[in-house]
């Protein structure tokens, strides 16, 4: 079934076409928002500046757009032109005036009754390229819709949710391709990542991110687990034009907290992936947490950026991981350059010179349960880091919580959660949170903004030297880039799972977020 309300007062000619040269010069666009992290680097940095450090105090309410759904809204929207796209869970896209939030049209897809997604029925957002929307749904297919009107070009299944397939994840659109990566890493299901041809739908390559026979790195896996390995990807990726190469994360190995049955470093799960855009062969990978027994997936948007790395400038790729360690590699060659904690951890006792953590065996799941810090939620998770080209900043919205790591015995069936083990809360745990400001080539810390609990918003930092970000007790906040310093607050009524953004209309910069079950749109 398909809603679709459309709005005499826009006509189609008002929504433009997005062609990949447009894409590509997205900076050249500050008031338009084109792709999930705004720019294929991930930076999640809008050169937007009319909100300032001096006036931010005067920000408000500008218009709010109520969805249906009691799902977790967790989508990024695109603007282009005036118009916003959104997602809105469990899968529907939306199409909105960015001036006043008036509904333009809307597409709604029913998810079948038996789908079971591991972790909440939410959709992140929507990519465009030319005249076309892609989404993705809960049953694992891939939509076209027309960008003018919400019709459907072609739907094509990705994989069969029936074994623990699903999508989740803001697909994004290259150069005459869309990529999305799978979820499902708690059924036992076998990751990949996926690029289809943007006109026809047709799949072009396909990266399993688990090795299979007589590939490299498929002796990492034990006898036949590699079969139900997870590492999913169910985050969107990054894209380097000029090197021709997509930088993707992956998630935890399965059954998740037992890893008795599945010896060895379980590539690539909980990696870094370097992939040629045009073939998918793999260039380079790293894995931030080999034989992952504690769910640290890494599964981050990574952050590309260049910098001057013992006095020669780099071309980087950054990740502020779940495992609580801040990395930084040279994005042309894979070399590690460097890894520092940045929360409070003590499953490893560091990392040696390649950035392999040592890992301490007393962490280790057991059946009456570990103490280890962080929880399996990690030091942050799959929300958005933010990169400031002015500061020199990485942003990253931190959690410091500890838990109980328990295992139990993981029997794997089709379609079933494939976990063995789980965690139990620390009693009367104290748990925070905080935005950490660290200096994106070394790590190092240069200012903190404390939160009560620990966050599931990602953070935006601007030109105007501000940076963005929610709380799970539904405060929206600015804060001075540089310094930390709290500028104003708004209490949205809604916890926080999501990305800010911002864009501009008629001159005018507004920053959005979702809360609750509502989209926000504030501006001075």
């Given at each position: 079934?398909?809603?679709?309300?459309?709005?005499?007062?826009?006509?189609?000619?008002?929504?433009?076409?997005?062609?990949?040269?447009?894409?590509?010069?997205?900076?050249?666009?500050?008031?338009?928002?084109?792709?999930?992290?705004?720019?294929?680097?991930?930076?999640?940095?809008?050169?937007?500046?009319?909100?300032?450090?001096?006036?931010?105090?005067?920000?408000?309410p500008l218009w709010v757009y109520q969805i249906d759904s009691l799902d977790h809204f967790e989508a990024t929207?695109?603007?282009?032109?005036?118009?916003?796209?959104?997602?809105?869970?469990?899968?529907?896209?939306?199409?909105?005036?960015?001036?006043?939030?008036?509904?333009?049209?809307?597409?709604?897809?029913?998810?079948?009754?038996?789908?079971?997604?591991?972790?909440?029925?939410?959709?992140?957002?929507?990519?465009?390229?030319?005249?076309?929307?892609?989404?993705?749904?809960?049953?694992?297919?891939?939509?076209?819709?027309?960008?003018?009107?919400?019709?459907?070009?072609?739907?094509?299944?990705?994989?069969?949710?029936?074994?623990?397939?699903?999508?989740?994840?803001?697909?994004?659109?290259?150069?005459?391709?869309?990529?999305?990566?799978?979820?499902?890493?708690?059924?036992?299901?076998?990751?990949?990542?996926?690029?289809?041809?943007?006109?026809?739908?047709?799949?072009?390559?396909?990266?399993?991110?688990?090795?299979?026979?007589?590939?490299?790195?498929?002796?990492?896996?034990?006898?036949?687990?590699?079969?139900?390995?997870?590492?999913?990807?169910?985050?969107?990726?990054?894209?380097?034009?000029?090197?021709?190469?997509?930088?993707?994360?992956?998630?935890?190995?399965?059954?998740?907290?037992?890893?008795?049955?599945?010896?060895?470093?379980?590539?690539?799960?909980?990696?870094?992936?370097?992939?040629?855009?045009?073939?998918?062969?793999?260039?380079?990978?790293?894995?931030f947490t080999p034989h992952d027994t504690h769910d640290y997936d890494a599964t981050h948007v990574p952050v590309?950026?260049?910098?001057?790395?013992?006095?020669?400038?780099?071309?980087?790729?950054?990740?502020?991981?779940?495992?609580?360690?801040?990395?930084?590699?040279?994005?042309?060659?894979?070399?590690?350059?460097?890894?520092?904690?940045?929360?409070?951890?003590?499953?490893?006792?560091?990392?040696?010179?390649?950035?392999?953590?040592?890992?301490?065996?007393?962490?280790?799941?057991?059946?009456?349960?570990?103490?280890?810090?962080?929880?399996?939620?990690?030091?942050?998770?799959?929300?958005?880091?933010?990169?400031?080209?002015?500061?020199?900043?990485?942003?990253?919205?931190?959690?410091?919580?500890?838990?109980?790591?328990?295992?139990?015995?993981?029997?794997?069936?089709?379609?079933?959660?494939?976990?063995?083990?789980?965690?139990?809360?620390?009693?009367?745990?104290?748990?925070?949170?905080?935005?950490?400001?660290?200096?994106?080539?070394?790590?190092?810390?240069?200012?903190?903004?404390?939160?009560?609990?620990?966050?599931?918003?990602?953070?935006?930092?601007?030109?105007?030297?501000?940076?963005?970000?929610?709380?799970?007790?539904?405060?929206?906040?600015?804060?001075?880039?540089?310094?930390?310093?709290?500028?104003?607050?708004?209490?949205?009524?809604?916890?926080?799972?999501?990305?800010?953004?911002?864009?501009?209309?008629?001159?005018?910069?507004?920053?959005?977020?979702?809360?609750?079950?509502?989209?926000?749109?504030?501006?001075?």
């Amino acid at each position: 079934m398909r809603q679709l309300l459309l709005t005499a007062a826009l006509s189609a000619a008002a929504f433009a076409q997005v062609p990949y040269s447009r894409l590509l010069k997205a900076d050249a666009e500050p008031g338009n928002w084109l792709t999930y992290s705004r720019t294929f680097d991930g930076q999640r940095f809008s050169p937007l500046k009319q909100i300032t450090p001096l006036n931010a105090a005067k920000l408000k309410p500008l218009w709010v757009y109520q969805i249906d759904s009691l799902d977790h809204f967790e989508a990024t929207p695109i603007v282009v032109d005036g118009v916003m796209y959104l997602t809105e869970p469990p899968d529907s896209v939306s199409a909105l005036d960015a001036r006043t939030g008036r509904r333009l049209w809307r597409y709604t897809r029913p998810v079948p009754s038996d789908v079971r997604p591991c972790c909440g029925r939410v959709n992140r957002g929507v990519a465009i390229l030319d005249d076309t929307l892609y989404a993705v749904t809960l049953d694992a297919h891939l939509l076209a819709l027309n960008a003018s009107n919400g019709t459907v070009k072609w739907d094509i299944e990705v994989a069969d949710y029936k074994l623990g397939h699903a999508l989740t994840l803001a697909p994004l659109a290259i150069d005459g391709k869309v990529l999305v990566g799978i979820a499902g890493g708690e059924y036992g299901i076998r990751g990949f990542i996926d690029a289809y041809d943007a006109k026809s739908g047709t799949r072009l390559w396909r990266f399993w991110t688990i090795p299979g026979p007589g590939e490299p790195g498929h002796d990492s896996w034990q006898g036949d687990s590699w079969k139900t390995g997870g590492a999913p990807a169910w985050v969107t990726g990054s894209y380097d034009p000029e090197l021709n190469t997509v930088y993707w994360g992956t998630g935890n190995p399965g059954p998740d907290w037992n890893a008795d049955s599945r010896a060895g470093d379980n590539l690539y799960s909980c990696s870094l992936l370097a992939l040629d855009a045009s073939t998918g062969k793999l260039k380079w990978h790293f894995q931030f947490t080999p034989h992952d027994t504690h769910d640290y997936d890494a599964t981050h948007v990574p952050v590309l950026f260049d910098g001057v790395v013992r006095g020669k400038p780099r071309k980087l790729v950054a990740v502020a991981n779940r495992n609580a360690f801040y990395y930084v590699f040279d994005r042309v060659t894979g070399e590690f350059l460097s890894g520092t904690p940045y929360a409070r951890q003590d499953w490893a006792k560091g990392l040696d010179d390649r950035g392999r953590p040592m890992a301490d065996p007393a962490k280790e799941p057991s059946e009456e349960g570990t103490l280890v810090w962080p929880n399996l939620f990690g030091a942050t998770n799959w929300f958005s880091a933010s990169y400031s080209p002015l500061t020199k900043l990485m942003y990253v919205a931190v959690r410091e919580q500890s838990s109980y790591f328990f295992k139990s015995e993981a029997q794997y069936q089709p379609g079933a959660p494939f976990m063995g083990g789980g965690e139990r809360a620390v009693k009367g745990d104290q748990a925070t949170g905080a935005v950490r400001a660290l200096d994106a080539v070394t790590g190092k810390r240069a200012w903190e903004f404390p939160l009560k609990s620990p966050p599931w918003s990602g953070v935006l930092a601007t030109a105007g030297g501000l940076v963005f970000g929610g709380s799970m007790e539904g405060n929206f906040y600015a804060l001075d880039a540089t310094t930390g310093k709290p500028l104003w607050d708004f209490q949205t009524g809604g916890v926080m799972y999501t990305n800010p953004m911002s864009f501009a209309v008629d001159g005018k910069q507004m920053v959005a977020v979702t809360s609750g079950h509502a989209l926000y749109v504030f501006g001075l």
